[in-house]
């Protein structure tokens, strides 16, 4: 099994990235599919999920209507479009499917 996120990045404030995550090895559209991440200091924590066939989706409080996660089943890839970003957003941000972790892409929001 490989979970492999790909994106992160240096933005400012008010800007914008999307997050990719590519998957194989494992029956991809089985699965729900979850972003997480962990800033320095604090426990990792869920960002955004979404179910096997993309037709839920659940956010934290803290990035409802600014993040936007999706789904490609025949491509075998998850995305996290993230806009407004703020500072308090830096942390590494994984990739998750059922116990399967991605080592995670760097994502700093910094002027």
């Known amino acids: 099994v490989q979970v492999v996120e790909s994106g992160g990045g240096l933005v400012q404030p008010g800007g914008s990235l999307r997050l990719s995550c590519a998957a194989s090895g494992f029956t991809f559209w089985n699965y729900d599919m979850s972003w997480y991440r962990q800033a320095p200091g604090k426990e990792r924590e869920l960002v955004a999920d979404?179910?096997?066939?993309?037709?839920?989706?659940n956010y934290a409080d803290s990035v409802k209507g600014r993040f936007t996660i999706s789904r490609d089943n025949v491509k075998n890839m998850v995305s996290l479009q993230m806009n407004s970003l703020k500072p308090e957003d830096t942390a590494v941000y994984y990739c998750k499917a059922y116990r399967w972790w991605g080592q995670g892409t760097q994502v700093t929001v910094s002027s």
């Open positions: 979404i179910t096997s066939a993309g037709g839920n989706t």
